[in-house]
């Protein structure tokens, strides 16, 4: 049976983290308030559980969800090879709207649809999100709407689009709670350097490349790298040529011809 709680009551929201941490622990489906727009939850170990998550938005196995957890040092229990620009995006902007793909740890024993190997991660920056994930671990998450229709601001609308198929729904009031349009996370391809922003989302372009200058932005084309120049051998030294005075200097001066009044010039070079 759904139930809904209003955790902007202190005894609402234990009644309902409470409830929302059995249902995940019985692999079901529940929704929760992050800081860019509510999310239906699962839990990331269970393949039942994700399988329920992504038949209840319409998503096939192609479009796995991505993966929130508690805190910053959960990061290197499931992902590997996990750069120093990646690690400093997610020290700066986590928790927050950023989203990191990683490679996944190879030993984890789960199943999110067709990953290839990745796991997408974030750290939510929404106090009822970080609560429930520090009583649960890691859950998968996608936003709480049908695929292909609008992301669902409050509880309240994820429940028109998702219905009974949620056991259990944590209104937090409007999100973001600023009042202004959702905004999803900006998602980093981390898997390879340079990373590369594959979604834009909460966090700007600028913002990335004031941490890490070589981000490539959505589309863009990491440049060719220059080619090594080719050692190139000097040519052969050629004999210096000598120059005119050393020429003349070479071997004894020849004499000069004695030329007697009335004889003619030899037809020999000329000296001198």
């Given at each position: 049976m759904t139930t809904s709680y209003d955790c902007t009551s202190e005894e609402a929201r234990a009644d309902g983290i409470e409830h929302a941490r059995r249902a995940i622990s019985e692999?079901?489906?529940i929704v929760?308030?992050?800081d860019t727009v509510y999310g239906i939850a699962a839990d990331a170990f269970s393949p039942q559980a994700v399988t329920m998550l992504l038949v209840s938005k319409g998503r096939s196995r192609q479009m796995p969800p991505p993966v929130l957890i508690p805190r910053l040092g959960a990061l290197d229990g499931l992902a590997t090879e996990v750069s120093d620009e990646a690690r400093k995006l997610a020290e700066t902007f986590w928790p927050g709207g950023l989203t990191l793909i990683f490679h996944a740890q190879p030993s984890l024993d789960w199943d999110l649809g067709e990953t290839r190997g990745t796991v997408a991660l974030r750290m939510p920056d929404d106090e009822i999100a970080l609560e429930?994930?520090?009583r649960?671990?890691?859950l998968a998450v996608s936003s709480a709407n049908r695929?292909?229709?609008t992301a669902a601001r409050t509880a309240a609308e994820a429940q028109e689009q998702l219905a009974e198929s949620v056991e259990v729904y944590l209104e937090g009031g409007l999100r973001?709670?600023?009042g202004e349009e959702g905004v999803p996370s900006t998602i980093v391809?981390?898997?390879a350097l340079p990373l590369r922003v594959v979604r834009e989302g909460a966090v700007?372009?600028?913002q990335l490349r004031q941490l890490v200058p070589g981000v490539l932005a959505l589309g863009e084309v990491a440049p060719e790298p220059m080619p090594e120049a080719e050692e190139v051998p000097p040519p052969p030294e050629e004999p210096e040529e000598a120059a005119p005075e050393d020429v003349a200097s070479e071997g004894p001066e020849p004499e000069a011809e004695k030329t007697q009044p009335g004889n003619a010039p030899s037809s020999g070079p000329a000296a001198g």
């Amino acid at each position: 049976m759904t139930t809904s709680y209003d955790c902007t009551s202190e005894e609402a929201r234990a009644d309902g983290i409470e409830h929302a941490r059995r249902a995940i622990s019985e692999k079901k489906c529940i929704v929760m308030p992050t800081d860019t727009v509510y999310g239906i939850a699962a839990d990331a170990f269970s393949p039942q559980a994700v399988t329920m998550l992504l038949v209840s938005k319409g998503r096939s196995r192609q479009m796995p969800p991505p993966v929130l957890i508690p805190r910053l040092g959960a990061l290197d229990g499931l992902a590997t090879e996990v750069s120093d620009e990646a690690r400093k995006l997610a020290e700066t902007f986590w928790p927050g709207g950023l989203t990191l793909i990683f490679h996944a740890q190879p030993s984890l024993d789960w199943d999110l649809g067709e990953t290839r190997g990745t796991v997408a991660l974030r750290m939510p920056d929404d106090e009822i999100a970080l609560e429930l994930l520090n009583r649960t671990g890691p859950l998968a998450v996608s936003s709480a709407n049908r695929t292909g229709q609008t992301a669902a601001r409050t509880a309240a609308e994820a429940q028109e689009q998702l219905a009974e198929s949620v056991e259990v729904y944590l209104e937090g009031g409007l999100r973001p709670v600023d009042g202004e349009e959702g905004v999803p996370s900006t998602i980093v391809d981390a898997t390879a350097l340079p990373l590369r922003v594959v979604r834009e989302g909460a966090v700007s372009l600028e913002q990335l490349r004031q941490l890490v200058p070589g981000v490539l932005a959505l589309g863009e084309v990491a440049p060719e790298p220059m080619p090594e120049a080719e050692e190139v051998p000097p040519p052969p030294e050629e004999p210096e040529e000598a120059a005119p005075e050393d020429v003349a200097s070479e071997g004894p001066e020849p004499e000069a011809e004695k030329t007697q009044p009335g004889n003619a010039p030899s037809s020999g070079p000329a000296a001198g």
